[in-house]
């Protein structure tokens, strides 16, 4: 696994503070809030927090 699941559980959006969950590529991160909905990647099996580097997908 690209991010290990202690580190996900620590990992908040940064946006909302809402937790965010792997996606099945395990590429990027997603807030798991659906009015938030901002995709965070994962770039070297390092995750982005950033919100200007998320995308937003409903
Ligand atoms: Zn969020």
């Known amino acids: 696994m690209a991010v290990s699941p202690e580190l996900l559980e620590i990992l908040r959006c940064p946006k909302c503070r809402s937790k ?3 996606d099945a590529e395990e590429t990027r991160l997603k ?3 659906p ?3 901002l995709v965070y990647p ?3 099996d390092i ?3 950033l919100i200007d580097e998320a995308t937003v997908e409903k």
Request: aromatic share 0%; net charge negative.
């Open 35 to 37: 009015e938030c909905s």
């Open 42 to 44: 994962i770039r070297d």
């Open 31 to 33: 807030c798991v809030n």
């Open 20 to 22: 965010v969950e792997i």
């Open 47 to 49: 995750p982005v927090m």
